[in-house]
């Protein structure tokens, strides 16, 4: 009988994943055995251990450049960043998932699928504590960082899967507005569903055209296969069109502004900064490892999706009348312009880098602030309501006046330095068009921003404006986190564009 | 003096402190003064830099800061930026001072936002990097949208937003264009770039920097037909703001043409300098039409900025010595009578509680003192030789005339035309304003007589009108050589 020869396996490379997984798997037992009183205590600690235990992993491997167990996991200077950022991002916004103050019980319920509006419904609505949402999204974050650090297609499609389940089943567990919420889940699992079969698809294209499914070994395939280009073409796409819907790239955007409303805000937090530098961080690695050979191919047409992008997301985000709806356009235009990082190939990929981490902080601290919106239905993210809000709070308006000032660009915020690494590393990549582009889109984008601000402060406040609550430690320090990022990296960008700038290139061997 | 020089950017910050630090302890008034007296202090900073003939920045400081972006904190004043730096310290301090004394509602807030527009401001004139030139660009925006949108007339709100809206397209077109010559010559110093004459870009990567910088700055300037922000802008802010927004924020637009797109990228200039020059007398002509049909008094005195700011495009067009230096006085001259003229226009509107030119008039019988001034103001925006608005003007037309070539020449009558324009419409205003009857909203004016805030605010601006008129070589003097610096690459 053959011994089946088993692939070598470093586990120092894994630990960071294998760390994230196991307090996920903990999580699930602490559900099951541990009595209900203490759960919520427990869950908490156990999730911010696991994740800063997995960061110290990850900083203690920085200068780790391996591909291990059969080139399933490639560990590089790209994907340990992006690992870390995700995990950085996840311990923030997780301020805001166990944030209890802000509602009794907080602003989760305990089951997805009960009808809405029946009765099961409307009981667990009254009851506190549903502390299953710690576990979901410790497995979605694990996912997001072996996404990132996938060698192969067949291990990118399973970390696609088990970072997505868990965000379908958070997106419908809003304790208000059931229903929207619930059709948010549904919408986001639906056409999930497809953009992952589109994706597993293309991965069987693309095995038929070069024999593996390895990035690497596309790479080389590219370069010998004797098939046809249309199986490398139809694969590319069909792959590409998974990614995108991750990525929330016009046209594969229509899922974001419905799933960010009806989603609760903490969860979409989470999806607007880490499943933003997920996707971008698989799109980055895919496209520069597997298929930079063939650029001339598809950068035309991948030009193309970011400037739909930039401009369908920044045109859309003019007309809307939720903020939370507006933060997902302009979250879609925010894809457009990584696009442009993406399409920019290696020149780009430092840059892109630090957008991630800038945008995902500043994006992180303005839904943390549309949680502390509120009247008695809960939080009131229609704009209307909105108004006058700088005659009762300045403080908590001049915050979000500030991230509003990062996403437009202005300088001596993180939205400057981002925009300018990036757009800059574009041009010298020879991209001027897209950034010319670019620069336009976001003075149309700029308008949306400026719209919130002048409601903020100038408009009279409406009948019955709601309250600014007053939040716990957690979702202040988030509120801190977010502001304070985005102002260091508006003055002080040097550490961090040196930190992208030494992880250098993804490994492509 | 490099102490003074970061004296001059760190006092107005230490003037918002105090503000903030007033409001903090809840007496607004005790904020008001204190940041009145900052703004003092600030000004006496920007005149204790002095000045030197050298030709050569007399001030510099040179300091890392995000190397990645080609950003270094890299400052210094010469002889080209001097001028302009002197003009926005005092007109600062005057508009400070007088909301102070005048008791505007929220008149802390209000001089808080003065020092930050003039923080900006500064650093633009200031400012040696490319891209510290436009992180204080973009600064500036902030502050100003802020004064319209809260201290302006009943349309505030849209003006504000086109204001800002306008601002912010020009400023990221500036952008790219920066873009194009940090990428392409690898550095960010504008200086090294001037003398080394483009930092050897290629004949077409300096015209598409050139046009792209100049787009951004010329929509700052404004230059025609980018200019529509302006009557709106100008007519709804309030009469500080308009003091700063004609006085030196069109300054950046124009400081910003010589010293970044033709310093940085000249052989683009010398290129795109006829389409420029042209480009620059329609702006005379049309706004000196314009200014004839208008019925609002702020309005026309906002248009006119158009056309006074016509001829300061027409002389950097002319890439001359005396274009360049005419262009640069012509920038003080026109921040001196602009800034008088609206600040006179406030107290005209404060007192009649209307613009409307159909229902002024016979100020002079009601208001002497006033009217006197507003005569005094529109004779030297009109550009009577022995005031300021003269030199500049005059000097314009002169550097067209001396190019020699058939479309300089043609274009030089059209502006001479154009001035005897502007001659038209002010002595018009005059006409509606000061004589005649009294109108219904002149006659009803309570508080004809000069106040003492007014008397304080006017006259410095008068007197330096008359003695950049009498002594033109006062502000020439420095900016000579300055400027023969930067003519040297073309």
Not at chain 1, 463 to 490: D, H, K, N, W, Y
Not at chain 2, 202 to 231: M, N, Y
Not at chain 2, 459 to 477: D, I, R, Y
């Amino acid at each position: 009988m053959n011994d089946i020869q088993l692939p070598a396996i470093d586990y120092a490379a894994l630990l960071p994943m294998l760390i994230v997984f196991g307090a996920a798997c903990v999580g699930i037992l602490v559900e099951a055995f541990a009595p209900r009183g203490w759960r919520f205590v427990i869950q908490v600690s156990l999730t911010i251990g696991g994740l800063v235990a997995g960061l110290v992993a990850i900083i203690v491997n920085r200068d780790l450049e391996i591909t291990t167990i059969g080139g399933a996991v490639t560990v590089d200077g790209p994907g340990l960043f992006l690992q870390g950022a995700i995990i950085i991002l996840g311990i923030v916004s997780l301020g805001l998932i166990a944030e209890r103050r802000l509602e009794r019980g907080g602003p989760f319920v305990a089951e997805a699928a009960h009808a809405a509006n029946s009765d099961g419904d409307k009981r667990q609505e009254r009851e506190p504590g549903a502390t299953e949402v710690f576990p979901l999204t410790l497995f979605a974050i694990a996912g997001m960082m072996l996404f990132c650090v996938s060698g192969d297609l067949l291990t990118m499609f399973v970390a696609l899967e088990v970072f997505s389940l868990p965000l379908y089943l958070l997106c419908g567990l809003a304790r208000r507005r059931r229903l929207i919420s619930q059709e948010a889940a549904l919408k986001y699992f639906l056409l999930g569903a497809f953009a992952s079969a589109f994706f597993l698809y293309g991965v069987a294209l693309l095995y038929g055209y070069a024999g593996t499914v390895s990035l690497t070994g596309i790479r080389e395939g590219v370069l010998q296969s004797e098939q046809s280009g249309i199986l490398l073409a139809a694969g590319l796409a069909l792959l590409a069109i998974g990614l995108l819907f991750k990525a929330a790239a016009v046209p594969f955007h229509v899922w974001t502004p419905d799933v960010y409303q009806g989603a609760p805000t903490p969860v979409t937090a989470l999806m607007a900064a880490c499943t933003k530098a997920a996707a971008f961080g698989g799109l980055l690695r895919v496209f520069n490892v597997a298929f930079e050979t063939t650029a001339w191919d598809w950068q035309p047409v991948l030009a193309t999706v970011a400037i739909l992008t930039m401009v369908v997301g920044s045109i859309l985000a003019v007309a809307q009348t939720d903020i939370k709806r507006l933060l997902a356009y302009s979250s879609v235009a925010n894809a457009g312009y990584l696009l442009v990082g993406v399409v920019s190939l290696n020149g780009a990929v430092g840059s892109s880098l630090f957008y991630l981490i800038a945008y995902g902080f500043s994006v992180l601290g303005a839904f943390a602030m549309v949680t502390l919106v509120r009247d008695s239905e809960g939080e009131a993210t229609h704009l209307s309501r909105w108004a006058g809000l700088g005659k009762g709070s300045p403080l908590f308006s001049a915050l979000f006046t500030f991230l509003m000032l990062g996403f437009a660009g202005i300088p001596l915020t993180s939205g400057f330095t981002s925009k300018f690494a990036l757009f800059s590393s574009a041009w010298d990549s020879d991209q001027s068009v897209l950034v010319i582009v670019g620069v336009l889109s976001s003075v149309v984008l700029a308008f949306p921003y400026l719209k919130v601000v002048v409601l903020l402060w100038l408009n009279p406040p409406g009948e019955e404006t709601p309250t600014v609550s007053v939040p716990s430690m957690l979702t202040r320090a988030v509120i801190f986190a977010g502001v304070a990022v985005t102002f260091v990296l508006g003055v002080a960008p040097s550490f961090l564009l040196d930190i992208v700038a030494d992880a250098g290139p993804f490994l492509a061997k | 003096m490099n102490a003074v020089l970061l004296a001059v950017l760190i006092v107005p910050v230490l003037g918002i402190l105090a503000v903030a630090a007033g409001a903090w302890a809840g007496n607004r008034r005790l904020g008001a003064v204190l940041g009145t007296v900052f703004a003092g202090v600030g000004l006496f900073a920007a005149v204790a830099l002095g000045f030197d003939h050298s030709g050569r920045p007399w001030t510099r400081i040179t300091e890392e800061w995000v190397p990645q972006l080609k950003l270094s904190f890299d400052i210094g004043v010469d002889g080209v930026s001097y001028p302009l730096v002197l003009l926005s310290a005092f007109l600062t301090f005057l508009c400070c001072l007088y909301t102070a004394w005048k008791g505007t509602e929220r008149g802390d807030a209000l001089i808080a936002l003065l020092l930050a527009t003039n923080v900006g401001m500064l650093g633009v004139f200031v400012s040696y990097n490319l891209v510290l030139f436009f992180v204080f660009f973009e600064i500036v925006l902030l502050p100003m949208f802020a004064i319209i949108a809260g201290w302006g007339g009943p349309a505030r709100r849209r003006a504000a937003v086109k204001f800002a809206l306008y601002t912010l397209l020009g400023s990221l077109l500036l952008l790219v264009g920066i873009f194009v010559i940090v990428t392409q010559a690898g550095t960010g110093d504008i200086l090294a770039l001037t003398e080394s004459g483009g930092g050897g870009l290629s004949r077409g990567t300096q015209l598409l920097a050139f046009t792209l910088l100049a787009l951004g700055l010329a929509i700052k300037a404004p230059l025609w037909p980018l200019h529509s922000w302006l009557p709106d802008a100008h007519t709804e802010a309030p009469t500080v703001g308009s003091v700063i927004l004609a006085g030196v924020l069109l300054k950046m637009g124009t400081y910003g043409l010589i010293r970044v797109a033709v310093g940085v990228a000249p052989e683009g200039a010398r290129q795109a300098a006829p389409t420029l020059a042209v480009l620059a007398v329609v702006a005379i002509l049309v706004a000196g039409l314009v200014c004839l049909a208008q019925t609002e008094l702020k309005r026309l005195i906002a248009y006119s900025s158009v056309g006074h700011m016509g001829f300061v495009l027409l002389g950097i067009a002319t890439l001359t010595q005396a274009g360049l230096t005419a262009a640069l006085i012509g920038n003080v001259a026109h921040g001196l009578i602009t800034g008088l003229l609206f600040f006179l226009a406030g107290s005209v509107k404060d007192r009649a509680h209307t613009g409307e030119l159909a229902r002024l008039g016979g100020l002079r019988e009601v208001a002497p003192g006033l009217s006197g001034m507003l005569g005094f103001a529109a004779i030297a925006s009109l550009g009577l030789p022995g005031l300021a608005g003269f030199w500049g003007e005059a000097f314009a037309v002169y550097a067209a005339i001396q190019r020699d070539q058939t479309l300089w020449t043609v274009l030089a009558v059209l502006a001479a035309i154009g001035a005897a324009l502007a001659a038209a419409y002010l002595l018009r205003m005059l006409r509606l304003v000061t004589h005649g009857p009294p109108g219904e909203a002149v006659a009803g004016m309570s508080g004809t007589g000069l106040r003492a805030v007014e008397v304080t605010s006017f006259v410095p601006l008068a007197a330096g009108a008359l003695v950049v008129g009498l002594l033109p070589f006062v502000v020439q003097a420095p900016i000579g050589e300055a400027v023969s610096g930067i003519l040297q690459a073309i």
